[in-house]
């Protein structure tokens, strides 16, 4: 008999949070090294966003030229960065092999994020609706 309901379970996540916000080039770095470790299942970012445009104040509608917002290359692909990253989720596709997931990552930040970081395990993205979201006619 299978099962029916394949993502019941949720699975891990790995977060790092470094010690402070990171550069477009150190985030392109980080990115590109952690897509190589082996069931890395996917990567989200979370930060300090970096807007276009200038959305209040007598300067609104004015383009912002931040350094920071740039297009970095990831896996092969042109991204726009908007936001400056603070947070790096890594979701690790099978609990077993968690642990040696988690070994290659610290040793990839203990290289790229010399400045410090903390690596924490668990679960931070919804991976199933919220009765909001069953409401609102959406999926995760």
């Given at each position: 008999?299978?099962?029916t ?86 979701e ?13 990552i ?10 410090g ?12 609706p ?11």
């Amino acid at each position: 008999m299978t099962s029916t309901n394949a993502e019941s379970i949720p699975l891990p996540e790995v977060l790092i949070f470094p010690h402070r916000l990171l550069s477009a080039d150190t985030t392109e770095k980080l990115l590109n090294r952690i897509y190589e470790v082996p069931h890395v299942r996917q990567v989200n970012v979370s930060g300090e966003g970096l807007p276009s445009r200038v959305s209040s104040g007598p300067h609104t509608g004015l383009p912002v030229d931040h350094p920071q917002r740039k297009v970095i290359s990831v896996k092969g692909k042109e991204v726009e960065l908007t936001l400056q990253v603070g947070r790096i989720f890594v979701e690790i596709d099978d609990i077993d092999n968690l642990q040696g997931a988690l070994d290659e990552i610290e040793k990839i930040c203990q290289e790229i994020l010399t400045f410090g970081f903390n690596l924490e395990v668990g679960r931070y993205s919804k991976y199933r609706p919220t009765v909001t979201d069953y409401k609102k006619g959406k999926r995760c």
